[in-house]
């Protein structure tokens, strides 16, 4: 909410009922989610004698079993050629096969965790939470393509505001939290600072004010982003974007 917010305020009014593109997102989150998870399943089956492209068939063949719609198959199928990537160069490093270093790859993982903070009336269904050496990590699973370097603004503050679900729910402070951006199969790192925890609370506060509002907020007009939005067609001010 927090992203479609920032990406521009009517885009938030109007998916808070579009209900079609919920879902997409939702299986797409899912089925990532089901791909990571899997790769701690299958690495007792990975050696270190194997090549890079014997680890990817052995990860596709796990994307198969998963049965994900074509489209969602086609960015499991990256991720795969990614991890076989990162799962050889560790095994050459380490010298071990792949269930010894399944620790060091397949964290401990909570996905899709819905939590609610009643003292800051915020609610979120976390995408992906790690664990790593007893600390809770957040992730947030991103289709859209990232930045030169770094994280969209967005990004880094929907990570905030998990890391304060997170802190709530699990009584355990959160300093570090991520972004996956699956398009292009990167994980970018997000510092829970003080600075970015101020500029999400200010920003809680503006979107309480549209939900509760009885008027449609005005549009962004970045002729660039509304190209790209699904709802350039019913936009209140598409007229005065194109000319």
């Not at 994307?63 to 990537?85: D, F, G, T």
């Amino acid at each position: 909410m927090i992203s479609e917010y920032l990406f521009c305020p009517f885009k938030l009014y109007i998916e808070e009922v579009d209900e079609r593109s919920i879902q997409k997102i939702k299986l797409i989150r899912g089925a990532y989610n089901d791909f990571k998870d899997l790769i701690g399943d299958v690495l007792p089956l990975i050696h270190k004698g194997m090549g890079v492209n014997e680890i990817r068939d052995i990860l596709k063949r796990g994307v198969e079993r998963l049965a994900p719609p074509s489209e969602i198959e086609k960015i499991l199928e990256m991720e795969a050629e990614v991890e076989s990537i990162k799962i050889k160069r560790f095994m050459d490093v380490t010298g071990k096969d792949g269930y010894e270093i399944r620790r060091f790859i397949a964290n401990p993982s909570l996905s899709n965790y819905r939590i609610y903070d009643d003292s800051l009336e915020l609610y979120g269904n976390v995408h992906r939470i790690e664990i790593i050496k007893g600390k809770y990590h957040p992730i947030k699973i991103k289709i859209g393509l990232p930045p030169y370097k770094g994280v969209w603004d967005s990004d880094a503050l929907e990570v905030a505001a998990y890391a304060l679900l997170i802190e709530k729910e699990f009584k355990s402070e959160v300093l570090l939290g991520f972004v996956d951006y699956i398009l292009v199969g990167e994980r970018r790192p997000v510092t829970i600072d003080q600075a970015l925890r101020e500029d999400l609370l200010t920003i809680i506060g503006e979107i309480k004010g549209i939900l509760m509002g009885e008027h449609a907020p005005s549009t962004n007009l970045n002729p660039r982003k509304c190209e790209k939005c699904n709802y350039n067609d019913i936009c209140p001010e598409k007229t005065i974007r194109f000319l």
